[in-house]
Nanobody
C-alpha cells in the first residue's frame, strides 16, 4: 500500500511559478513509476508528466513541454513538479499517482493522492 500526499498548490499570476511535491509512504517508493495528472472543472482528468522508477524515462504532455519539469528523489520518497511560465489554462486540481509497473501517460495508476489546487490568474 502506498499513500500519496500532494502539497505546493496555490494561487499565482500568469507567468509565475509553483513547485508541487508529492510525498509517498512505504519502503518501495523507488520501485514505482510516478505521474502527475490534472483535472479542471467540467473536464476529464488529463496527463501532465510521468517519470520511471529510475528517472531515466520521462514523459510530458505537449501542453506543458518546456514549461514543467518532473523529478524525483527516491531517498526522500518524493516526486516534484516544477511549473514555470504558468498560464490560466493550467488551473486545475493536480494529482500525483504511483504505478508498480512501467511508466505510462494513461490514467492506469495504482495509487492516487487527494490532489492540490493550482489557480493561475490572468
Amino acid at each position: 500500500q502506498v499513500q500519496l500526499v500532494e502539497s505546493g498548490g496555490g494561487l499565482v499570476q500568469a507567468g509565475g511559478s509553483l513547485r508541487l511535491s508529492c510525498a509517498a509512504s512505504g519502503r518501495t517508493f523507488s520501485s514505482y513509476a510516478m505521474g502527475w495528472f490534472r483535472q479542471a472543472p467540467g473536464k476529464e482528468r488529463e496527463f501532465v508528466a510521468a517519470i520511471s522508477w529510475s528517472g531515466g524515462i520521462i514523459y510530458y504532455a505537449d501542453s506543458v513541454k518546456g514549461r514543467f519539469t518532473i523529478s524525483r528523489d527516491n531517498a526522500k520518497n518524493t516526486v516534484y513538479l516544477q511549473m514555470n511560465s504558468l498560464k490560466p489554462e493550467d488551473t486545475a486540481v493536480y494529482y500525483c499517482a504511483a504505478r508498480r509497473v512501467a511508466v505510462t501517460t494513461k490514467t492506469e495508476y495504482d495509487y492516487w493522492g487527494q490532489g492540490t489546487q493550482v489557480t493561475v490568474s490572468s
